[in-house]
C-alpha cells in the first residue's frame, strides 16, 4: 500500500488542524522515531525467521529431495514404457 502526494498533504492538513503548529513537530518526531523502532523490529525478526526456520528447513528438504529422484525417475521409465 503507498500513500500519494495527495493523500500525504490531507493527513498533514488534518494532523495541523488537530494538533496545532506548536505540537506538530514532536508528534512528527515521535512518529519517525516509532515507525524506525517498527522497521528495526521487523527486519530482526525476519533474520531471525530466516536464521531459525527458512534455513533449517532447506537443509532438510534438499535430502529429501534428493532421497525422492530416484523414485521419480523409476515412476517415469515405467510409464515410458507402458505407453
Same mark, same amino acid.
Given at each position: 500500500?503507498?500513500?500519494?502526494?495527495?493523500?500525504?498533504?490531507?493527513?498533514?492538513?488534518?494532523?495541523?488542524?488537530?494538533?496545532?503548529?506548536?505540537?506538530?513537530?514532536?508528534?512528527?518526531?515521535?512518529?519517525?522515531?516509532?515507525?524506525?523502532?517498527?522497521?528495526?523490529?521487523?527486519?530482526?525478526?525476519?533474520? *531471525?525467521?530466516? !536464521?531459525? =526456520?527458512?534455513?533449517?528447513?532447506? /537443509? #532438510?528438504?534438499?535430502? @529429501?529431495? *534428493?532421497?525422492? !529422484?530416484? =523414485?521419480?525417475?523409476?515412476?517415469? /521409465? #515405467?510409464?515410458?514404457? @507402458?505407453?
Amino acid at each position: 500500500m503507498r500513500i500519494g502526494f495527495g493523500e500525504l498533504m490531507v493527513v498533514l492538513v488534518v494532523a495541523l488542524l488537530v494538533l496545532g503548529p506548536d505540537k506538530l513537530p514532536e508528534y512528527a518526531k515521535s512518529v519517525g522515531r516509532a515507525i524506525n523502532e517498527i522497521k528495526k523490529s521487523t527486519s530482526e525478526l525476519t533474520s *531471525d525467521v530466516q !536464521e531459525n =526456520v527458512v534455513k533449517p528447513m532447506n /537443509d #532438510v528438504v534438499q535430502p @529429501l529431495k *534428493d532421497a525422492v !529422484e530416484p =523414485v521419480n525417475e523409476t515412476i517415469k /521409465d #515405467v510409464e515410458n514404457k @507402458l505407453n
